[in-house]
């Protein structure tokens, strides 16, 4: 028996902040719009694939949701558990009701609408929409990355970043994290502080200054070119931490705001993993070559004994696993848009993309706001 068609204006791929706000702005403009959702929860980043001492790394004005700012009692720095109340009640005031349980497996023009065939267990819904709107975001999966002999001969536990909640199962163990950016240099400094031994690998440049150092950086560039925020705020870092290269932490040859614009890359939020590096509790090291029993063996010839192993080593979109790219010309066999800002949320036929633009919350908003108005214009 045929699967009946679920028609809708605007079909949401995604309930984490990009879909819940592009449902928000959808539904106060009384267009009609499904969300459908893999997990069994929104926002299931934040639920079930965070660790417990995340905040969000950017004041709470730079992190607000379209049309609902955060309570003004909020601290300015958001916590995991006050930003998940904060998207729970962001979807009860907007009336956004994801259908979860709900696994994209393809998606495909035909006729000039959007034939969407999701998995719901063992039963097939398809959906037909005018408008797709892929809000899965840039962090679907998580990345591990192919290193000589860590499947085939690793005799400790290695786990993404994604599953990593706290330090206490490896107290008193030795703990590789790999990556410098947020998650590695928190998780890092988490574990450090369950008296394991820690290492953590640098494998290229990074900028790393303090959330307030970020905060007055992105004042200051209201007002005054990139480059010359960048030396303020390279200056403010020299002062906080002094010469970081001297412990393994190079910086870029681009500033931070600069090499943002450039890479995509953020620069690293530091939260006290700095202070434990220069005081010898947590080991800065190079890139892994291969990993032979427990002993893990570097580029530059050292090796290291390890029990366990996190990798902080980004996410990918899986966005090409089930659309056919072609059809609305807006994503590249990696699965991220094929424009660049601004014009990386649309495409053709009557497709959107909402938190691709390595933007961060503040970019979701923004996408969300404009996928709203142009579909409301048509």
Same mark, same amino acid.
């Given at each position: 028996?045929?699967?009946?068609?679920?028609?809708?204006?605007?079909?949401?791929?995604?309930?984490?902040?990009?879909?819940?706000?592009?449902?928000?702005?959808?539904?106060?403009?009384?267009?009609?719009?499904?969300?459908?959702?893999?997990?069994?929860? =929104?926002?299931? &980043?934040?639920?079930?694939?965070?660790?417990?001492?995340?905040?969000?790394? %950017?004041?709470?004005? *730079?992190?607000? %949701?379209?049309?609902?700012?955060?309570?003004?009692?909020?601290?300015?720095?958001?916590?995991?558990?006050?930003?998940?109340?904060?998207?729970?009640?962001?979807?009860?005031?907007?009336?956004?009701?994801?259908?979860?349980?709900?696994?994209?497996?393809?998606?495909?023009?035909?006729?000039? +609408?959007?034939?969407?065939?999701?998995?719901? !267990?063992?039963? +097939? #819904?398809?959906? =037909?929409?005018?408008?797709?709107?892929?809000?899965? !975001?840039?962090?679907?999966?998580?990345?591990?990355?192919?290193?000589?002999? %860590?499947?085939? =001969?690793?005799?400790? #536990? *290695?786990?993404?970043?994604?599953?990593?909640?706290?330090?206490?199962?490896?107290?008193?163990?030795?703990?590789?994290?790999?990556?410098?950016?947020?998650?590695?240099?928190?998780?890092?400094?988490?574990?450090?502080?369950?008296?394991?031994?820690?290492? /953590?690998?640098?494998?290229?440049?990074?900028?790393? /200054?303090? @959330? #307030?150092?970020?905060?007055?950086?992105?004042? &200051?560039?209201?007002?005054?070119?990139?480059? /010359?925020?960048?030396?303020?705020?390279?200056? /403010?870092?020299?002062?906080?931490?002094?010469?970081? =290269?001297?412990?393994?932490?190079?910086?870029?040859?681009?500033?931070?705001?600069?090499?943002?614009?450039?890479?995509?890359?953020?620069?690293?939020?530091?939260?006290?993993?700095?202070?434990?590096?220069?005081?010898?509790?947590?080991?800065?090291?190079?890139?892994?070559?291969?990993? #032979?029993?427990? @002993?893990?063996?570097?580029?530059? !010839?050292?090796?290291?004994?390890?029990?366990?192993?996190?990798?902080?080593?980004?996410?990918?979109?899986?966005?090409?696993?089930?659309?056919?790219?072609?059809? !609305?010309? &807006?994503?590249?066999?990696?699965?991220?848009?094929?424009?660049? &800002?601004?014009?990386?949320?649309?495409?053709?036929?009557?497709?959107?993309?909402?938190?691709?633009?390595?933007?961060?919350?503040?970019?979701?908003?923004?996408?969300?706001?404009?996928?709203?108005?142009?579909?409301?214009?048509?």
């Amino acid at each position: 028996m045929e699967n009946e068609m679920i028609k809708t204006q605007a079909l949401i791929i995604g309930a984490g902040p990009a879909g819940l706000a592009t449902s928000a702005c959808l539904n106060r403009l009384n267009i009609p719009n499904i969300v459908v959702e893999r997990e069994e929860c =929104s926002a299931s &980043l934040w639920k079930r694939r965070s660790y417990d001492c995340l905040k969000l790394h %950017l004041a709470k004005h *730079y992190c607000q %949701l379209p049309h609902m700012p955060f309570p003004p009692n909020t601290p300015t720095f958001v916590s995991k558990s006050g930003f998940i109340t904060y998207l729970d009640e962001y979807a009860t005031r907007f009336n956004v009701s994801p259908r979860y349980n709900r696994n994209v497996e393809s998606a495909y023009l035909k006729d000039g +609408r959007w034939i969407v065939e999701v998995g719901k !267990g063992a039963e +097939r #819904e398809v959906y =037909s929409a005018e408008y797709l709107v892929v809000a899965t !975001g840039e962090n679907s999966e998580g990345v591990i990355p192919e290193i000589p002999g %860590l499947v085939e =001969s690793f005799q400790g #536990e *290695y786990l993404h970043s994604s599953e990593y909640k706290n330090g206490e199962k490896f107290a008193g163990k030795r703990v590789l994290v790999v990556g410098s950016g947020n998650s590695g240099m928190e998780i890092a400094y988490d574990v450090s502080k369950w008296d394991a031994d820690v290492s /953590l690998v640098v494998h290229s440049p990074v900028h790393v /200054l303090t @959330r #307030e150092i970020v905060r007055i950086g992105m004042w &200051l560039l209201r007002f005054f070119p990139v480059k /010359l925020v960048d030396r303020w705020c390279l200056l /403010l870092a020299k002062l906080r931490f002094g010469d970081t =290269s001297r412990y393994g932490l190079i910086r870029p040859t681009k500033g931070p705001f600069m090499n943002k614009l450039v890479t995509g890359r953020s620069p690293t939020i530091d939260v006290g993993c700095v202070d434990e590096i220069k005081a010898g509790k947590i080991e800065v090291v190079p890139s892994i070559k291969s990993i #032979e029993g427990k @002993r893990v063996v570097f580029v530059d !010839g050292n090796t290291k004994r390890v029990d366990s192993i996190v990798f902080a080593t980004g996410y990918k979109s899986s966005v090409s696993k089930w659309l056919q790219v072609d059809d !609305g010309d &807006l994503f590249k066999e990696n699965g991220m848009p094929k424009r660049e &800002l601004p014009d990386h949320w649309k495409g053709e036929n009557g497709l959107y993309s909402v938190g691709f633009g390595r933007q961060g919350l503040a970019g979701i908003t923004r996408d969300a706001q404009n996928v709203a108005r142009d579909i409301a214009s048509l």
